[in-house]
C-alpha cells in the first residue's frame, strides 16, 4: 500500500512539473510576441516622426524623401496592417503613394520595377506608374530560359532580378508565366553551400537566400519535400549565431545584422518555421529610443530601410506582404480532372494549400485513386504537424527497410501509436487503406479519446469502437464503407475533418 501511494504521489508530481514547464514555454511565447508588439509599434512612432511634407521618407530624418526608401516604408506599414493612404500618413495633403507617383522617378533596374510594383500592390493601388502597366512590363522582361531580367541593362545572370521579379508578380494574385522554367533556372543558381547569391557564380548569402525560399514557394516547390529549400534553410542555419541573429554568411563577416536577418527569418516563415524567442530578442537589441533599428550592434546606416527590414520581419510576413501564402497556392493549382463542384474540393484544395497533397505531373489530382497505407501514414503526419519521435529506434518490418521513401513517416506513426502494421514483420506499405484503418487512425489522434472509450464501443468487429467514435465526431467521408479501399479524394475529407476538429 505504501508503494503503491508512493508511486501515485511521483506519477502527480511529475504531472505538475510538465504542466509548470508548458507553462512557462507558454508565457515565454506570449512575452516574446507582445515585445515584438511593443516593438512594431515604436517602429511605426519612428516612421511616422520622420515623414516629410511632400508625403515620402528619407534614408533618415531630415533628408530629402526617397522613392525606393519610401517604397520599403509602405511595404513595411502594409504588413502591420496600416492604412497609408488615409489620414494619419498623409502630410499637406500627400501620402506616400502620392510622393511616389508624383515624382515619377524613371525606373530603369528589373529591381527598381518590381520593388515599385511590389509598393503599390502592398497598399492595394493600381499598378500603373508613369503611365505604364509595371506588371506588363515585368513580364516583357522574361527570357527564353525562364529567367526575368533586361539583357540591355547588363542583367545577365542576376538572380535577384529574377526573384523579385517572380516576387512582385505574384503581389498582383496574376499566375507567374512560364513557371516551370522560371522554377528550374532559379533552383539551378543554388550554389553548392545550399544558399543563394544575387549574380550566378558570386558568394551565397543570407539575403538573397532567405528570398530564394520565398520564390521557389511562390513557384510551386512544397517546402516540406523540396530539397532545394531543405538545403537553402540548412545553409541560414548554418550562418545563424549565438546572439540569435543570422550574418551574411560572407566568410569575412561573421557579425550579425538586422537585414539578413530580416530576409533570413522572413525565409523560414515562408517555409512554416516560427521565429525562436532568441530570433526576436536578438532583432529587438538593436531597436533604439527612437524606434529605430541599427543594421549593426552600435552601427546605425540607412536607419528608415532597416526598420522597414525589421518590421517586416517582426510581422512574420514573407513578402510580397499583401498576399497569404496557403491562399495563393490553392487560387495557382489547377488539377484538370478536378473542379470546384467537386464533392471534396474545398477539403483537398485546403490540404493541397498546406502542402499535404500534390498532384501528378500530368497536372492530374486522379482523386479517385487508391491511398496506400505509407501514403495514408504521411497524409496524417504532414497535416497535423507530427514530430518525428528523437530516437534513434528503428522499426522493424522486412518490407519497410530505411531506405523506403516513407520510412520517417511510418516510423513516426508507429512510435506515436496511431498505426500498426498488418502483421508482426509487415506493415504493407504498398497496401490500400481501408475505411476501417483510416477510422482507427483517425480516432487514436483524437486527444481527447482514451483507448478506454474505444473498448466501451466494442461492437462485432475489430474496429466497430473506432468507426463508432469517427463517427460521433464527424471525420467520416460521405458513404463511409469499412470494408473498401479508401480513394484520395476520401482521405483529404477526413484528414481535413480530424485537422478542423483539433484545432478548434
Same mark, same amino acid.
Given at each position: 500500500?505504501?508503494?503503491?501511494?508512493?508511486?501515485?504521489?511521483?506519477?502527480?508530481?511529475?504531472?505538475?512539473?510538465?504542466?509548470?514547464?508548458?507553462?512557462?514555454?507558454?508565457?515565454?511565447? &506570449? !512575452? $516574446?510576441?507582445? #515585445?515584438?508588439?511593443?516593438?512594431?509599434?515604436? @517602429?511605426?512612432?519612428? %516612421?511616422? =516622426?520622420? /515623414? +516629410? *511634407?511632400?508625403?515620402?521618407?528619407?534614408?533618415?530624418?531630415?533628408?530629402?524623401?526617397?522613392?525606393?526608401?519610401?517604397?520599403?516604408?509602405?511595404?513595411?506599414?502594409?504588413?502591420?496592417?496600416?492604412?497609408?493612404?488615409?489620414?494619419?500618413?498623409?502630410?499637406?495633403?500627400?501620402?506616400?503613394?502620392?510622393?511616389?507617383?508624383?515624382?515619377?522617378?524613371?525606373?530603369?533596374?528589373?529591381?527598381?520595377?518590381?520593388?515599385?510594383?511590389?509598393?503599390?500592390?502592398?497598399?492595394?493601388?493600381?499598378?500603373?506608374?508613369?503611365?505604364?502597366?509595371?506588371?506588363?512590363?515585368?513580364?516583357?522582361?522574361?527570357?527564353?530560359?525562364?529567367?526575368?531580367?533586361?539583357?540591355?541593362?547588363?542583367?545577365?545572370?542576376?538572380?535577384?532580378?529574377?526573384?523579385?521579379?517572380?516576387?512582385? &508578380? !505574384? $503581389?498582383?494574385? #496574376?499566375?507567374?508565366?512560364?513557371?516551370?522554367? @522560371?522554377?528550374?533556372? %532559379?533552383? =539551378?543558381? /543554388? +550554389? *553548392?553551400?545550399?544558399?543563394?547569391?544575387?549574380?550566378?557564380?558570386?558568394?551565397?548569402?543570407?539575403?538573397?537566400?532567405?528570398?530564394?525560399?520565398?520564390?521557389?514557394?511562390?513557384?510551386?516547390?512544397?517546402?516540406?519535400?523540396?530539397?532545394?529549400?531543405?538545403?537553402?534553410?540548412?545553409?541560414?542555419?548554418?550562418?545563424?549565431?549565438?546572439?540569435?541573429?543570422?550574418?551574411?554568411?560572407?566568410?569575412?563577416?561573421?557579425?550579425?545584422?538586422?537585414?539578413?536577418?530580416?530576409?533570413?527569418?522572413?525565409?523560414?516563415?515562408?517555409?512554416?518555421?516560427?521565429?525562436?524567442?532568441?530570433?526576436?530578442?536578438?532583432?529587438?537589441?538593436?531597436?533604439?529610443?527612437?524606434?529605430?533599428?541599427?543594421?549593426?550592434?552600435?552601427?546605425?546606416?540607412?536607419?528608415?530601410?532597416?526598420?522597414?527590414?525589421?518590421?517586416?520581419?517582426?510581422?512574420?510576413?514573407?513578402?510580397?506582404?499583401?498576399?497569404?501564402?496557403?491562399?495563393?497556392?490553392?487560387?495557382?493549382?489547377?488539377?484538370?480532372?478536378?473542379?470546384?463542384?467537386?464533392?471534396a474540393y474545398e477539403e483537398i484544395m485546403n490540404l493541397v494549400g498546406d502542402y499535404v497533397l500534390t498532384g501528378y505531373?500530368?497536372?492530374?489530382?486522379?482523386?479517385?485513386?487508391?491511398?496506400?497505407?505509407?501514403?495514408?501514414?504521411?497524409?496524417?503526419?504532414?497535416?497535423?504537424?507530427?514530430?518525428?519521435?528523437?530516437?534513434?529506434?528503428?522499426?522493424?518490418?522486412?518490407?519497410?527497410?530505411?531506405?523506403?521513401?516513407?520510412?520517417?513517416?511510418?516510423?513516426?506513426?508507429?512510435?506515436?501509436?496511431?498505426?500498426?502494421?498488418?502483421?508482426?514483420?509487415?506493415?504493407?506499405?504498398?497496401?490500400?487503406?481501408?475505411?476501417?484503418?483510416?477510422?482507427?487512425?483517425?480516432?487514436?489522434?483524437?486527444?481527447?479519446?482514451?483507448?478506454?472509450?474505444?473498448?466501451?464501443?466494442?461492437?462485432?468487429?475489430?474496429?466497430?469502437?473506432?468507426?463508432?467514435?469517427?463517427?460521433?465526431?464527424?471525420?467520416?467521408?460521405?458513404?463511409?464503407?469499412?470494408?473498401?479501399?479508401?480513394?484520395?479524394?476520401?482521405?483529404?475529407?477526413?484528414?481535413?475533418?480530424?485537422?478542423?476538429?483539433?484545432?478548434?
Amino acid at each position: 500500500m505504501i508503494k503503491k501511494t508512493k508511486s501515485v504521489i511521483i506519477k502527480i508530481l511529475l504531472f505538475i512539473l510538465i504542466i509548470s514547464n508548458l507553462n512557462i514555454v507558454q508565457a515565454q511565447d &506570449i !512575452a $516574446s510576441v507582445q #515585445k515584438a508588439d511593443k516593438s512594431i509599434n515604436q @517602429a511605426i512612432e519612428y %516612421l511616422h =516622426s520622420i /515623414q +516629410n *511634407d511632400d508625403g515620402g521618407f528619407p534614408i533618415e530624418k531630415g533628408k530629402p524623401s526617397s522613392t525606393a526608401i519610401t517604397s520599403w516604408v509602405i511595404m513595411s506599414l502594409a504588413s502591420a496592417e496600416e492604412n497609408i493612404t488615409n489620414e494619419t500618413w498623409t502630410k499637406n495633403n500627400k501620402n506616400p503613394i502620392d510622393f511616389i507617383k508624383e515624382k515619377g522617378e524613371k525606373l530603369e533596374s528589373t529591381t527598381d520595377y518590381a520593388r515599385t510594383l511590389l509598393a503599390l500592390t502592398a497598399a492595394d493601388q493600381p499598378y500603373i506608374y508613369n503611365r505604364e502597366n509595371l506588371l506588363n512590363k515585368i513580364i516583357s522582361f522574361q527570357q527564353p530560359n525562364g529567367a526575368f531580367f533586361q539583357p540591355s541593362q547588363g542583367e545577365e545572370g542576376m538572380i535577384n532580378a529574377h526573384m523579385w521579379s517572380i516576387l512582385a &508578380i !505574384a $503581389s498582383t494574385d #496574376k499566375e507567374i508565366p512560364n513557371k516551370q522554367k @522560371a522554377k528550374q533556372w %532559379l533552383i =539551378s543558381k /543554388q +550554389n *553548392d553551400d545550399g544558399g543563394y547569391a544575387w549574380l550566378e557564380e558570386a558568394d551565397s548569402d543570407c539575403d538573397d537566400t532567405g528570398v530564394a525560399i520565398q520564390t521557389l514557394i511562390l513557384l510551386g516547390e512544397n517546402p516540406k519535400t523540396s530539397t532545394t529549400i531543405k538545403k537553402a534553410i540548412a545553409y541560414l542555419n548554418s550562418h545563424q549565431q549565438q546572439d540569435g541573429g543570422f550574418s551574411t554568411g560572407s566568410w569575412m563577416d561573421k557579425d550579425t545584422n538586422i537585414a539578413s536577418s530580416s530576409w533570413a527569418i522572413q525565409g523560414l516563415v515562408a517555409s512554416g518555421e516560427t521565429p525562436t524567442e532568441n530570433n526576436i530578442t536578438y532583432m529587438l537589441s538593436l531597436q533604439q529610443k527612437d524606434g529605430s533599428f541599427n543594421w549593426k550592434k552600435n552601427i546605425s546606416s540607412i536607419p528608415t530601410q532597416m526598420t522597414s527590414y525589421a518590421i517586416i520581419a517582426l510581422n512574420q510576413k514573407p513578402f510580397p506582404v499583401n498576399i497569404q501564402y496557403k491562399q495563393y497556392i490553392m487560387h495557382h493549382t489547377t488539377f484538370t480532372d478536378l473542379n470546384s463542384n467537386h464533392w471534396a474540393y474545398e477539403e483537398i484544395m485546403n490540404l493541397v494549400g498546406d502542402y499535404v497533397l500534390t498532384g501528378y505531373t500530368d497536372k492530374k489530382f486522379r482523386p479517385e485513386k487508391p491511398v496506400t497505407r505509407a501514403e495514408f501514414t504521411k497524409y496524417i503526419a504532414c497535416a497535423l504537424e507530427i514530430e518525428e519521435p528523437n530516437t534513434n529506434d528503428t522499426i522493424k518490418f522486412n518490407d519497410v527497410p530505411k531506405t523506403h521513401w516513407a520510412y520517417q513517416y511510418i516510423k513516426t506513426g508507429i512510435k506515436k501509436g496511431y498505426i500498426n502494421g498488418r502483421a508482426e514483420q509487415k506493415f504493407d506499405p504498398n497496401g490500400n487503406i481501408t475505411g476501417a484503418e483510416l477510422a482507427a487512425i483517425l480516432v487514436r489522434n483524437l486527444p481527447t479519446v482514451k483507448q478506454a472509450d474505444i473498448e466501451n464501443k466494442k461492437g462485432a468487429h475489430w474496429y466497430s469502437g473506432y468507426v463508432e467514435i469517427a463517427k460521433q465526431n464527424e471525420l467520416l467521408y460521405p458513404n463511409f464503407n469499412p470494408t473498401a479501399i479508401a480513394t484520395r479524394a476520401q482521405c483529404a475529407y477526413s484528414v481535413m475533418q480530424l485537422k478542423k476538429k483539433i484545432e478548434r
